[in-house]
T-cell receptor
Framework: AQSVTQPDIHITVSEGASLELRCNYSYGATPYLFWYVQSPGQGLQLLLKYFSGDTLVQGIKGFEAEFKRSQSSFNLRKPSVHWSDAAEYFCAVGAGGGTYKYIFGTGTRLKVLA | NAGVTQTPKFRVLKTGQSMTLLCAQDMNHEYMYWYRQDPGMGLRLIHYSVGEGTTAKGEVPDGYNVSRLKKQNFLLGLESAAPSQTSVYFC?????????????FGPGTRLTVT
């Protein structure tokens, strides 16, 4: 069955430190992968996406993610975190079948210490 | 261009009452989705639509009905609300073109059932 796992429920980092949020997926075919960010009380905003090609993808707000097929992972990274990055982050995989459905992970809540 | 809008933003219902949540998109998207978001569970798909006049069940459809009479609108109905339906509801849409799965999300509706 298709699934997405975000093993870290909460992560706390200091402002200026580097960040890596983990995402592992289970999917039979080549996945379409996404990272979304949700600020408190807001909807979801797309950070970046992977469809094919270069396995290192760049997104908005200085984020990047690397697709590793051998590890079934799509981890999100940022070299230097800003206080405004505090939010909840969701990884999702496109479930295919022509319905364009997503399967979401349970999210990782990021706290940034000043 | 408003993107995806949701009405209302907040609502409190008593057990057994009914209500309809409205989602509207102005991007001429074919595909529309209703999700619910609960703490620690990510986003779960309730129902979706692959085009005007079509609807299909998602992961957690029980207690909800939907209609897509117009391409731009996707309605989610609760016929007899239950406390278990207390949640934040998000609508999303996508064009569904081959090679792109990007979903655009509305700001959410916070529903409390007492």
């Amino acid at each position: 069955a298709q699934s997405v796992t975000q093993p870290d429920i909460h992560i706390t980092v200091s402002e200026g430190a580097s960040l890596e949020l983990r995402c592992n997926y289970s999917y039979g075919a080549t996945p379409y992968l996404f990272w979304y960010v949700q600020s408190p009380g807001q909807g979801l905003q797309l950070l970046l996406k992977y469809f094919s090609g270069d396995t290192l993808v760049q997104g908005i707000k200085g984020f990047e993610a690397e697709f590793k097929r051998s590890q079934s992972s799509f981890n999100l990274r940022k070299p230097s975190v800003h206080w405004s990055d505090a939010a909840e982050y969701f990884c999702a995989v496109g479930a295919g079948g022509g319905t364009y459905k997503y399967i979401f992970g349970t999210g990782t809540r990021l706290k940034v210490l000043a | 261009n408003a993107g995806v809008t949701q009405t209302p933003k907040f609502r409190v219902l008593k057990t057994g009452q009914s209500m309809t949540l409205l989602c509207a998109q102005d991007m001429n998207h074919e595909y529309m989705y209703w999700y619910r978001q609960d703490p620690g569970m990510g986003l779960r798909l309730i129902h979706y639509s692959v085009g005007e006049g079509t609807t299909a069940k998602g992961e957690v459809p029980d207690g909800y009905n939907v209609s897509r009479l117009k391409k731009q609108n996707f309605l989610l109905g609760l016929e007899s609300a239950a406390p278990s339906q207390t949640s934040v509801y998000f609508c999303a849409s996508t064009q569904g073109l081959a090679g792109t799965y990007e979903q655009y999300f509305g700001p959410g509706t916070r529903l409390t059932v007492t």
